[in-house]
C-alpha cells in the first residue's frame, strides 16, 4: 500500500531563512507526487509536482522540490521564507491515471516569525 | 478555487440526523472525489467516481454514500451521522492522467 510520511508536525522559521520540508513516500511502482499548501479555513492549492523528467521541479510561489528514488523522498524548499508562506503543507503520492488515488501526509504547519 | 463549488460552509447536526453535503464543478472534469481531513490524519480519501454512474469506495468509505447522476455533480450523503463524523470535507476534481486534483473550499460540518 501506498504511504506518505511527513515526520516533522510543525515547524518555525524566521522570514528571510531557508526552508526545507520532509516528505518520504512508500510506492510500489513510479510514484506520482504532489505538494499543496493550505492557508486557514482554505482548501488546497497545488505548489508543484513531478511524475519524470528533471528531479528539481520549480513551483509556484518560489518552491521548488526534489525527487531521491535512492532515498525515497520528495523534499520541499525554498530559499527565503516570506511571513506570507505560514501555512499547513501537505504531501502527496499516487499513480498516473485519472483514477488514480492520492495518499496525502498528515501535514507540516509552517510558523514564520519576523 | 474556481470551478469547485461546496456547499453548506459550514453545518451543525445532531448525532443520527441525516444530510447531503453538496460539490458542484463547471470545468467538465470525470473524476471527483471526496476527502475528509482530521487534525493529525492528513486527508483521506471516503469516496471517488470516474464519471457519471461510476462510483467506488476509498480508504474511509463507511458512514457515507455517495451517487453520480451528472457530470457536474457529486453529492455526500450521511445517512445517520456521529461525532466521529465530526471533520472538514473537500470534494476534489481531476481533469486528466497528468492532472492534480482541484479542491473546493470545503465544509465544516460538526455532530453533537
Known amino acids: 500500500a501506498q504511504s506518505v510520511t511527513q515526520p516533522d508536525i510543525h515547524i518555525t522559521v524566521s522570514e528571510g531563512a531557508s526552508l526545507e520540508l520532509r516528505c518520504n513516500y512508500s510506492?510500489?511502482?513510479?510514484?506520482?507526487l504532489f505538494w499543496y499548501v493550505q492557508s486557514p479555513g482554505q482548501g488546497l492549492q497545488l505548489l508543484l509536482k513531478y511524475f519524470s523528467g528533471d528531479t528539481l521541479v520549480q513551483g509556484i510561489k518560489g518552491f521548488e522540490a526534489e525527487f531521491k528514488r535512492s532515498q525515497s523522498s520528495f523534499n520541499l524548499r525554498k530559499p527565503s521564507v516570506h511571513w506570507s508562506d505560514a501555512a499547513e503543507y501537505f504531501c502527496?503520492?499516487?499513480?498516473?491515471?485519472?483514477?488514480?488515488?492520492?495518499?496525502f501526509g498528515t501535514g507540516t504547519r509552517l510558523q514564520v516569525t519576523l | 478555487n474556481a470551478g469547485v463549488t461546496q456547499t453548506p460552509k459550514f453545518q451543525v447536526l445532531k448525532t443520527g440526523q441525516s444530510m447531503t453535503l453538496q460539490c458542484a464543478q463547471d470545468?467538465?472534469?470525470?473524476?471527483m472525489s471526496w476527502y475528509r481531513q482530521d487534525p493529525g490524519m492528513g486527508l483521506r480519501l471516503i469516496h471517488y467516481s470516474v464519471g457519471a454512474g461510476i462510483t467506488d469506495q476509498g480508504e474511509v468509505p463507511n458512514g457515507y454514500n455517495v451517487s453520480r447522476s451528472t457530470t457536474e455533480d457529486f453529492p455526500l450523503r450521511l445517512l445517520s451521522a456521529a461525532p466521529s463524523q465530526t471533520s472538514v470535507y473537500f470534494c476534489?476534481?481531476?481533469?486528466?492522467?497528468?492532472?492534480?486534483?482541484?479542491f473546493g473550499n470545503g465544509t465544516r460540518l460538526t455532530v453533537t
Open positions: 476534489a476534481i481531476r481533469g486528466g492522467p497528468d492532472s492534480p486534483l482541484h
Open positions: 502527496a503520492v499516487g499513480a498516473w491515471g485519472t483514477a488514480s488515488k492520492l495518499t
Open positions: 470545468m467538465n472534469h470525470e473524476y
Open positions: 510506492y510500489g511502482a513510479t510514484p506520482y
